[in-house]
């Protein structure tokens, strides 16, 4: 049956929201012994979601339906992960869900898409099975599933730090209107594998490796003024340096957002090739978007206008 077919009164259904991030700060530290590369970043929720719907299958199956054909729903899907995971885990293979994604941010972009899936797949599914895992052992299978996911099941402002997993929650902009012009062309996906092997490629030689430097970096960006006072973030990406120059789709979108009037700065986010302009205002944003949307189409780029948001992963009547 599909999930589209299902009435409420049939079976519950559950909805979950599960939002995009931007990174204001992301530095590179340093390579760990996992392979994985030592972080410290600020990341920041904004408000472009995907929407994922939940359902129980009683015949014990896992199915994922997506709206958009590119996307693969077989099992090197994160939300497909995410449901065996959370099967294996409780030891509870007879249990089933057909899941719907509606895909609205754009795929390996440097948005954390496929990783705030998985966040919602994990408490979507936790409270459809009424597992009651508790919120400590939640992050430890996000942390499983992607150096993104516990972030995107906390959302709002955070200082994130080991392979990313590593959580400190700030108020910063919980009561700011700052807002984001976002910009992407939708031929070009960057891998996030290759990116932080060009990283290590062209910067390996100038990583920290030992755990007091790390320490020293990550209490630097603790102490940064701005982290605590609602002021303009100095917007910050080590990965921008190495794809800007590999990549002409970034480097333009960088010039172009630049060119743009009013803004506080602009950034590529994670490992690209999504940049962003800052505002200090969802409608100075709007009006900057509006004035220059049809420009953006023009030169067949994509564009959304999205304010900071103060939450992760969310039901959708929380
Ligand atoms: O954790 P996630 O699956 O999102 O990571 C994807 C890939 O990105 C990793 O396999 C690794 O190559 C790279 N990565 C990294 N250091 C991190 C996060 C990701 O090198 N902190």
Redesign the pocket.
Known sequence: MSISNLSKDQSQILQVNAPAKVNLHLEVLGL?SD?????AMVMQSIDLADCLRFANNEEGLVSLTIDDPTLSAGDENLIVKAANLLRSFSDRSDLGAAIHLQKNIPIGAGLAGG?SDAAAALKGLNSLWKLGIEKNQLMELAAD?????PFCMEGGTQLCF???ERLEPLSTFRDSSMSILLIKDPLVSVS??W???RC?EIKGNDYLSSEIDFEKRRQKLRNQSWLRALDVPPLYNDLQQIIEPELSAVENALKLLASLPGSDGVAMSG?GPSCFALYPSLQSAKTVHDEYKAEFEALGVESWCCPFKSQGVSFFDE
Not at 35 to 39: A, D, P
Not at 145 to 149: A, E, I, M, P, R
Request: positive net charge.
């Open positions: 760990r392979g994985f590369h030592e972080l990783s599933l992607g150096s993104d996911v080991g392979r990313g996030t594998p990116a932080y092997g290590k490992s």
